[in-house]
């Protein structure tokens, strides 16, 4: 039985239950038990694989699928349960950050933008929920957990993520200077604890912090609202993306 993948609620408690038993018998030093638990969650592994890479693979000559494995060890041996509630969550961010890791290194593939994600899950999501089976839909539900919290808090802007893909800049310049002026209210207590009171950008505060002009503000605020909602989020993935942009001042004026 492919017990990880259960429908109701009791079913989903009692296989968090059996996940942490398989993590306590591992930490315990039972080889046995880690070799059986990855061999479970091949399926979960390649399918993050498929995420990243947009293709099938054989793990036998995926390299990509090499990374992901390592990936999960590490998540495996990771895991703190006080700190993270579930573990597949959890699992999936180590993941997902070392297959970034891995294609910046070898730069095979171009930086994607990461609100393509969130539409992609997003769709991916509505079709589980109205097309897939139950156990597909459960799943699905595990591990986009921390993107809906995420949606709710957009929503709380007057945000979608639909509106996120139309407002992203196609220019890597561009996304410089937009997200380094996200950075300027995440790194500042004052002007984040102002812009989520108010659900405005701090326009005035940023034109003497930032060499831009109150056009690009204006123009690019959705985009800069949620790049700073990601930088003090738990959205380890985007958190990457946004870090991985070369920080420099950009003057746009």
């Given at each position: 039985?492919?017990?990880?993948?259960?429908?109701?609620?009791?079913?989903?408690?009692?296989?968090?239950?059996?996940?942490?038993?398989?993590?306590?018998?591992?930490?315990?030093g039972d080889d046995s038990a880690r070799?059986?638990?990855?061999?479970?969650?091949?399926?979960?592994?390649?399918?993050?694989?498929?995420?990243?890479?947009?293709?099938?693979?054989?793990?036998?000559?995926?390299?990509?699928?090499?990374?992901?494995?390592?990936?999960?060890?590490?998540?495996?041996?990771?895991?703190?349960?006080?700190?993270?509630?579930?573990?597949?969550?959890?699992?999936?961010?180590?993941?997902?950050?070392?297959?970034?890791?891995?294609?910046?290194?070898?730069?095979?593939?171009?930086?994607?933008?990461?609100?393509?994600?969130?539409?992609?899950?997003?769709?991916?999501l509505e079709r589980t929920l109205s097309?897939?089976?139950?156990?597909?839909?459960?799943?699905?539900?595990?591990?986009?957990?921390?993107?809906?919290?995420?949606?709710?808090?957009?929503?709380?802007?007057?945000?979608?993520?639909?509106?996120?893909?139309?407002?992203?800049?196609?220019?890597?310049?561009?996304?410089?200077?937009?997200?380094?002026?996200?950075?300027?209210?995440?790194?500042?207590?004052?002007?984040?604890?102002?812009?989520?009171?108010?659900?405005?950008?701090?326009?005035?505060?940023?034109?003497?912090?930032?060499?831009?002009?109150?056009?690009?503000?204006?123009?690019?605020?959705?985009?800069?609202?949620?790049?700073?909602?990601?930088?003090?989020?738990?959205?380890?993935?985007?958190?990457?993306?946004?870090?991985?942009?070369?920080?420099?001042?950009?003057?746009?004026?």
């Amino acid at each position: 039985m492919d017990w990880h993948f259960q429908g109701t609620n009791d079913d989903r408690e009692h296989t968090k239950r059996i996940i942490i038993e398989y993590l306590n018998r591992i930490k315990a030093g039972d080889d046995s038990a880690r070799e059986e638990f990855i061999l479970r969650f091949r399926p979960f592994i390649l399918k993050l694989v498929y995420k990243a890479t947009d293709r099938h693979v054989e793990p036998e000559n995926s390299e990509e699928y090499s990374v992901a494995l390592l990936a999960f060890n590490e998540a495996i041996n990771a895991y703190d349960e006080e700190k993270h509630s579930n573990f597949l969550v959890f699992s999936e961010q180590v993941i997902n950050r070392r297959l970034i890791d891995y294609k910046r290194k070898n730069h095979k593939n171009k930086m994607v933008y990461p609100f393509s994600y969130f539409e992609n899950e997003d769709i991916k999501l509505e079709r589980t929920l109205s097309d897939a089976d139950g156990n597909n839909a459960i799943e699905r539900l595990e591990f986009t957990d921390e993107i809906r919290l995420f949606k709710s808090e957009l929503a709380s802007f007057d945000i979608t993520f639909k509106d996120l893909l139309s407002c992203t800049p196609k220019h890597r310049d561009s996304r410089e200077l937009l997200i380094n002026i996200a950075k300027k209210i995440a790194s500042n207590d004052g002007l984040y604890e102002k812009l989520k009171k108010t659900k405005k950008l701090p326009t005035l505060e940023l034109l003497k912090l930032a060499k831009v002009s109150r056009r690009t503000i204006e123009r690019n605020k959705k985009y800069i609202i949620a790049v700073s909602l990601i930088l003090r989020s738990n959205l380890e993935i985007f958190k990457e993306y946004a870090a991985g942009i070369q920080e420099k001042e950009v003057d746009l004026r």
